[in-house]
């Protein structure tokens, strides 16, 4: 298998000049390039690659490998007669040494140290322009020389004497107890330094807690609405047919009513009012006039479906599914809650303009400071209307049994009461609710009799 270049012309291998791939063994192992096994390697491998190469590409693997250099060799270059005279040297020192001669000792200790130090600084001086940058180098002069003036500033200033003879007046022994003293404010200060950061992590840990605990309710906030968003597709697409006509069947409304008692126990109390308000809305509260026979909606000729209060049919059926449910201080402006269980159910600061609250049972609910401008509590007049009743029928014409029941519900501070709900609240609210009512009841009788 054959590799062929680029270019329609073979080319052959550039052969690397003898005198360039070959070491002088009479340098110490090292030529004028000090050429290494590993640039020796590096130039084989790029001849070998442009070998391999079109023509146009040649030149610039040719001058890739003129400027492929490896990190220079400290220069050491050693003479045989200079070895050996620093063998005779050491000797000489170490002979000195046996025989106790200082003049023998001296001269082999000199000849030693001169050759050592002449061999040693060619390596020394590249150790230092390798290791050490201009800037290293500067600030070490500068520490030196700031040392040096330290203490000639000390010496030749006369503040080195002084210094000196305040410490011969010192009593050490007293200054050793004020050391124990110093000692101990020492360990005081890291103690305090150890509860300062003790501290400081407790503060940071609490705000990356409050932090994560913000980032959760955001992430379920975000998660809530998903959720309800795809509990209204899913209401639309099953009471709704492909016009867009209400089409909802017994089995239909049933699944319906499930799937919203299931999402109101999964939801607080904002999405409660965003599903009640997108239910309301959508006439799906509501009781509605049925064809006797087929059971379905019939239109009011003006856009709209008919409305029959007394034997109209809703398409979810709230139930109790709100008894006892937290919807404070949520929206639930023109919304329909008649015939609703809100048993319990807490509505204060609630914004309830023109809900409708007609035969709901609003036993102990709390609707301390919720906003009643428009709320309809019962129907007709409030001198004729009733709570409702578990065995008479609702008169909407009159208003018997057509009210809401209002025993032993707080309406302390409520706003924009109209007079009518007033009267209503004090003839059928108990002694309890009486005395919660904004206004008084003062000459409104109890008709509740408790």
């Known amino acids: 298998m054959t590799i062929e270049s680029n270019s329609p012309t073979p080319t052959t291998p550039e052969s690397t000049p003898e005198h360039e791939s070959e070491p002088n063994d009479f340098d110490g192992g090292t030529g004028e390039n000090h050429l290494t096994p590993e640039t ?3 130039q084989q491998a790029l001849a070998a690659i442009s070998s391999l190469q079109s023509p146009q590409n040649t030149a610039v693997l040719q001058q890739a490998r003129s400027n492929f250099s490896l990190r220079p060799q400290p220069p050491v270059i050693v003479k045989p007669r200079a070895l050996l005279i620093i063998v005779i040297g050491i000797a000489v020192t170490l002979i000195g040494l046996l025989l106790n001669n200082w003049i023998i000792g001296i001269a082999g200790t000199l000849v030693t140290l001169v050759l050592s130090l002449a061999i040693l600084s060619p390596w020394l001086l590249y150790v ?12 070490f002069v500068a520490l030196l020389g700031l040392i040096v003036a330290f203490i000639g500033f000390l010496r030749f200033s006369g503040v080195g004497d002084r210094l000196l003879l305040w410490g011969r007046k010192v009593n050490w022994e007293a200054s050793g107890t004020l050391a124990e003293w110093f000692g101990a404010l020492g360990q005081i200060a890291i103690a305090i330094i150890a509860v300062y950061v003790a501290w400081r992590q407790y503060v940071i840990s609490k705000d990356l807690t409050i932090q994560q605990n913000l980032l959760t309710v955001q992430q379920n906030i975000i998660t809530q609405q998903q959720t309800i968003d795809s509990y209204f597709q899913g209401v639309s697409d099953l009471v709704l047919d492909e016009e867009g006509l209400l089409e909802d069947w017994p089995q239909e409304r049933a699944i319906a009513e499930g799937r919203t008692a299931a999402i109101f126990s999964s ?29 379905r909606a019939i239109l009011d000729g003006i856009g709209g479906y008919a409305e029959d209060r007394l034997e109209g049919v809703r398409v979810i059926d709230l139930g109790v599914m709100l008894a006892g449910s937290d919807l404070s201080n949520t929206d639930l402006r023109w919304t329909d809650l008649s015939e609703a269980n809100l048993v319990r159910a807490n509505l204060s600061g609630c914004d309830l303009v023109k809900a409708n609250f007609s035969r709901t049972i609003l036993y102990y609910a709390n609707l301390r400071g919720a906003d009643f401008n428009g709320v309809r509590l019962f129907y007709g007049s409030w001198e004729q209307a009733s709570p409702r009743s578990r065995t008479e029928p609702p008169n909407y014409r009159t208003g018997e049994h057509t009210g809401a029941v209002i025993e032993n519900a707080d309406f302390s501070d409520v706003q924009r009461m109209s007079e009518a709900n007033r009267c209503y609240c004090c003839a059928w609210g108990g002694e309890k609710t009486r005395a919660t009512i904004p206004g008084g009841c003062e000459g409104i009788a109890n008709k509740l009799g408790k």
Request: no cysteine.
């Open 40 to 42: 020796l390697a590096a």
């Open 267 to 295: 939801v607080d109390g904002t999405g409660k009012a965003k599903i009640l308000r997108f239910l309301s809305r959508s006439k799906l509260l509501t009781p509605l006039k049925r064809d006797r026979r087929l059971g």
């Open 128 to 139: 230092v322009s390798e290791w050490f940058s201009s800037q290293d180098k500067t600030l």
